[in-house]
């Protein structure tokens, strides 16, 4: 089973418009932070959101976490063009010890067109 | 803003020869890692370091691969003999807890 998976695969929008991604993880989480990628570059940290929580705001992004079905979702409001990118999410499972190992789903491509 | 550096930006190697990637974590973080993510595919995770020691590694960390905290600020991961499959872009990131921060990637090449 895979976990952290993003749909749609890609979205394409309209300067100014609204985009929502979709994150499903399998297992229980302890956290799940969404990551942004530009083509070919590193990966950008946009926001954790803990188990214990349920929605949470950063500027023009805003992530809501449902425990229960297991699934997140990434709103970005007003989109510009410079938002085009990918957007991942990751799950982290905590390991023995102390250890944070991420697993990321294949991503959301976003292009929003001027 | 501190950030984690890595170097260089791209490697081309042969096949069958040793590269190291090199990390710079941010200063105060406690957690380091490597991940690859090979072109078009998903972000995998390698392994994670915690107090000068391996605490996590997945099936792709295989013989082949090492890291090392040489002294208080790099984080490398070496790789003995390059196969073509290890083309990919690997990202170092550190932690303090939970909310990782990932370098820029270096991109590997083999050819």
């Known amino acids: 089973s895979q976990q952290g998976e993003e749909d749609p695969q890609a979205l394409s929008i309209q300067e100014g418009e609204n985009a929502t991604m979709n994150c499903s993880y399998k297992?229980?989480?302890?956290?799940l932070q969404w990551y942004r990628q530009n083509s070919g570059r590193g990966l950008v940290h946009l926001i954790l959101?803990?188990?214990?929580?349920r929605e949470k705001h950063s500027g023009r992004l805003r992530v809501t976490l449902d425990t229960s079905k297991k699934s997140s979702s990434l709103l970005i409001t007003a989109s510009r063009a410079a938002d085009t990118a990918s957007y991942f999410c990751a799950t982290d499972a905590f390991g023995g010890g102390s250890n944070y190992k991420l697993t990321f789903g294949k991503g959301t491509l976003l292009t929003v067109n001027p | 803003e501190p950030e984690v550096t890595q170097t260089p930006s791209h490697q081309v190697t042969q096949m069958g020869q040793e590269v190291i990637l090199r990390c710079v974590p941010i200063s105060n973080h406690l957690y380091f890692y490597w991940y690859r993510q090979i072109l078009g595919q998903k972000v995998e995770f390698l392994v994670s370091f915690y107090n000068n020691e391996i605490s996590e590694k997945s099936e792709i960390f295989d013989d082949q691969f090492s890291v090392e905290r040489p002294d208080g600020s790099n984080f490398t991961l070496k790789i003995r003999s390059t196969k073509l499959e290890d083309s990919a872009m690997y990202f170092c990131?550190?932690?303090?807890?939970?909310?990782?921060?990932f370098g820029q990637g270096t991109r590997l090449t083999v050819v």
């Open positions: 990131a550190s932690s303090k807890r939970t909310e990782a921060f």
């Open positions: 297992t229980s989480i302890n956290n």
């Open positions: 959101i803990r188990s214990n929580e």
